[in-house]
């Protein structure tokens, strides 16, 4: 096999998939220190999804519904009072009401925070409420990504082991026929590459590099915004035991191989069914801004200056790979960023490590300084004021 880097296709573009927009992020913070807590509300809504106020009438008491997976968030914004809720689960006959109950209990402990999950005759909801003075952006933020993230994760995993079902069916919509296509050749791809370079670095013994193709084929397919249900919820569940230092190295590699593998072997029509467009109140992926991805892209700086120093493209291609990739998997970046990520992964697919490296590392560098431009070469918002 020729030492080339494997290939990268960004994927097609989800439906309604939330998109922060930072300019409204300043106002919410000047509105609540002005005391203007409503406008910071209303501000800090548009920050998170621009979509859901669009065309509604924020003069007087404002009702949101919109779908997160099978939750429906429901948010209100009265003259003094903001408050969520989200019916998310049912107990039926068929139910492990105790064994449910009990797990209840304990995450409204842990992880929840700001939220609790109350049992209102058969339905499970998350809730919320706080007088709006006390709505402060940072935690109207986290508590709406809190049920959002929890809500969704928990219903497949509840209805798995427990026998509950779900609220209502989640507001999806499949992919088109071309788009169908696509998208499997996108994940045959990965999974026919993850193969070919497994076999590679096992003949070479280069077991290290096992780790970092695994972590670059996961990326690849949990980063597609289509990807829904049990299968995100493993995805996920692997890239974090892979970044999980607290765990062996092997033993992260052995297992991460042995999903590979199950991954491999599923068939198309079992892929499929966790792909489809759904609904999103909110984006699961943490905000960013320029800073945050300075900060982020500052803590890889001693390794990227030693691979460069050594000379070694190598293992400096494959780092910038996978962390580029894990960049997109974390937060929700502005477009110029995510194109900026895209265009250069895709420039250097099949190309050699020491062609591709200086192509990674002029991306990597203009997150470092914050002059992150995409092909199109607009600057991004942030790069724009601060750059």
Known sequence: ????????QRPIQGIDEPRTEVSHWDKA?????????????????NYINPELLKGKDTSSEINLVRGQGSAE?????????????APFLRATDTTNKVALYRKIAEVNFNPLTLAQIHLKEDTLWFEYEAPISLCQPYKVYDVLREICVYADDYDDEFVEKYKADFYKETNTQPLAGEEIDQVWQQ???????????????????????????????????????????TLRTKLQEYVYNLFN??????????????????????????????????????SLKWRSSVQILQDDFKRLEATVNRYVNDGDNFSLCYFLQYNFLYTLYNYNVEEVHKNAIYDVLEKVSGLEPQVAAPKLLETYRSFLNGSTTAASGKKGLFAKLFG
């Open 73 to 85: 968030i429901q948010v209100n914004i009265s003259e003094t009072t903001f408050s969520v809720n």
């Open 187 to 229: 994940i045959s791809t990965v999974l026919t590459e993850y193969k070919d370079y497994s076999a590679f670095f096992k003949e070479k013994r280069w077991d290290a590099f096992q780790w970092d193709i695994i972590v670059i084929s996961l990326l690849k397919i949990v980063n597609m915004p289509y990807v829904h249900g």
């Open 245 to 282: 230092n607290q765990i062996d190295f092997q033993h992260r590699i052995d297992k991460g191989t042995n999903f590979m593998t199950q991954l491999c072997e599923k068939s198309k029509e079992d892929f499929m069914k966790d792909i489809y467009h759904a609904d999103a109140f909110i």
């Open 29 to 45: 913070m000047d509105a609540y220190d002005a005391k203007n807590y409503r406008t910071s509300l209303i501000e800090t809504i």
């Open 1 to 8: 096999m020729k030492n080339v880097l494997p290939k990268f």
